[in-house]
């Protein structure tokens, strides 16, 4: 299938590793020019090194503060600057951390409000001047599947990320006519550092094995294993693409089969 991605410009962030890094990687197979943020330096230069290695094509690091507004628009202007321009954003930033609604205070909720909500409302305000004036885009959130069935342990992660995908959807309306897309990728169980994390918690928790954790998470997983970045990476890559430019304001969730919920 030709995705229609060569020559075109990707911002994507929170991708030195995990979901990000897979979409990038597959942007920047498909012939994209790759412009990766993370906030690790060292990380993100190393991710970029790679990709560019397995890839062949150029691939841009950046230091990025997902929660800082400046950090943004520099990533931005680093970005037009070396490529020309955006035509593809995709919107990520780490999970806030685990926890019941005892467990955080006021400072708590507004460090995950500037995280993970208003880290994506200022990526896509800052990237849509460039889209506007190349008459088009094509932007992909990045959620969770908590955003239909909340998770236990992650009530941050549960609010906040279901402000994105509302917002995913509110813009997706409004940036039609401009020919923007907006989509949301909702991953479930995808074999992430975040998600072995989560395991080793829940294994500690309930004092068994992170083994165990795990076998008795894929048995409730209709296609018995967790997913895998690469996978992931190739849906996202595609619902960017030109491929699938009948597609807007979707919510897809990549979980095996795992929600139950009919919409």
Same mark, same amino acid.
Request: no cysteine.
């Given at each position: 299938m030709e995705l229609g991605l060569h020559g075109k410009v990707a911002m994507v962030a929170a991708s030195s590793r995990g979901l990000g890094f897979g979409i990038a990687r597959e942007l920047s197979r498909a012939g994209a020019l790759v412009s990766i943020g993370a906030r690790t330096e060292a990380d993100v230069f190393d991710a970029a090194e790679t990709l560019a290695e397995e890839t062949g094509n150029?691939?841009? #690091?950046?230091?990025?503060d997902a929660a800082d507004p400046d950090s943004i628009s520099q990533w931005m202007e680093k970005t037009s600057d070396a490529f020309g321009g955006v035509d593809l954003l995709v919107v990520n930033a780490g999970g806030p951390p685990a926890g019941d609604f005892d467990?955080?205070?006021d400072g708590d909720w507004q460090t995950a409000f500037e995280l993970t909500l208003m880290s994506a409302i200022r990526m896509i305000r800052t990237v849509l001047p460039a889209m506007r004036t190349a008459g088009g885009g094509?932007? !992909?959130?990045i959620t969770s599947c908590s955003a239909k069935e909340p998770i236990d342990f992650l009530l941050l992660s549960n609010v906040m990320r $279901? @402000?994105?995908t509302s917002l995913a959807k $509110?813009? $997706?309306?409004? !940036?039609a006519p401009e020919n923007i897309r907006v989509n949301n990728l909702m991953p479930g169980r995808i074999d992430t550092a975040r998600i072995q994390s989560l395991d080793q918690m829940n294994a500690k928790a309930q004092g068994i094995s992170t083994e165990k954790i795990k076998a008795t998470i894929e048995s409730d997983i209709p296609? @018995?294993?967790y @997913?895998? =970045?690469e996978e992931f990476g190739r849906i996202g890559a595609f619902l960017l693409s030109? #491929?699938?430019?009948? =597609?807007?304001g979707q919510t897809l969730a990549i979980d095996g089969g795992s929600i139950k919920t009919v919409w």
């Open positions: 150029e691939v841009l #690091a950046n230091v990025l467990d955080f205070d094509s932007i !992909l959130t $279901s @402000g994105v $509110s813009l $997706s309306q409004q !940036l296609l @018995g294993r @997913g895998t =970045i030109d #491929a699938a430019n009948y =597609i807007t």
